[in-house]
């Protein structure tokens, strides 16, 4: 079945360290990539999203991804991150043709001081 | 400011009661969606709606049905509230047309539902 993976569940870092969440799916075509984040007690909102073109997508608050063909992956990254950076982070695919979009079952990220 | 508004935060049913989650959203968007958010799983999709009284099923459509007679309104019902349907339900919206291509979906706070 078409899907999409967060293989990383639950994450624990330090402020400061560098962070790398995962993202694959399997979706055969063309499509939209979205990386989502829910910060606690708030509603889901946009941290970036690619369409076509670089590849590298830049972002709010400093956040960026990847979009590897190849590997059907789209990895969400930030260099440094703060304890203002914990949230439950989402991926979701749209593809062509399709209104809706699928999202991965998502990744607690929980920032130590 | 885009706005998408669920009426209910917080709901208590009990198991067989009927259930009705209301969404509104001040956007002129075209497409609603019903989504359910649980632990470990993710968002899912239940269903959606491209036009008024237009929908289609999501993936988990078993269950419940939608209601959408005015553009900004869709709203998700539990015919016979059941105890695995309790959950986050969060509604979404979107433009369509050009934006469609985007699928940037904007989200409501949510509706936590429990049926005891």
């Known amino acids: 079945a078409q899907s999409v993976s967060q293989h990383n569940h639950h994450v624990i870092l330090s402020e400061a360290a560098s962070l790398e969440l995962g993202c694959n799916y399997s979706y055969g075509g063309t499509v939209n990539l979205f990386w989502y984040v829910q910060y606690p007690g708030q509603h889901l909102q946009l941290l970036l999203k690619y369409f076509s073109g670089d590849p590298l997508v830049k972002g709010i608050k400093g956040f960026e991804a990847e979009f590897i063909k190849s590997k059907f992956s789209f990895n969400l990254r930030k260099p440094s991150v703060q304890w203002s950076d914990t949230a439950e982070y989402f991926c979701?695919?749209?593809?062509?043709?399709?209104?809706?979009?699928?999202f991965g079952s998502g990744t607690r990220l929980q920032v130590q001081p | 400011d885009v706005k998408v508004t669920q009426s209910s935060r917080y709901l208590v049913k009990r198991t067989g009661e009927k259930v009705f989650l209301e969404c509104v959203q001040d956007m002129d968007h075209e497409n609603m969606f019903w989504y359910r958010q649980d632990p470990g799983l993710g968002l899912r999709l239940i269903y959606f709606s491209y036009d008024v009284k237009m929908k289609e099923k999501g993936d988990i459509p078993e269950g419940y049905s939608v209601s959408r007679e005015k553009k900004e309104r869709f709203s998700l019902i539990l015919e016979s509230a059941s105890t695995n349907q309790t959950s986050m339900y969060l509604c979404a919206s979107t433009l369509s047309g050009a934006q469609v291509n985007t699928g940037e979906l904007f989200f409501g706070e949510g509706s936590r539902l429990t049926v005891l």
């Open positions: 979701a695919v749209k593809p062509t043709g399709r209104r809706a979009l699928t």
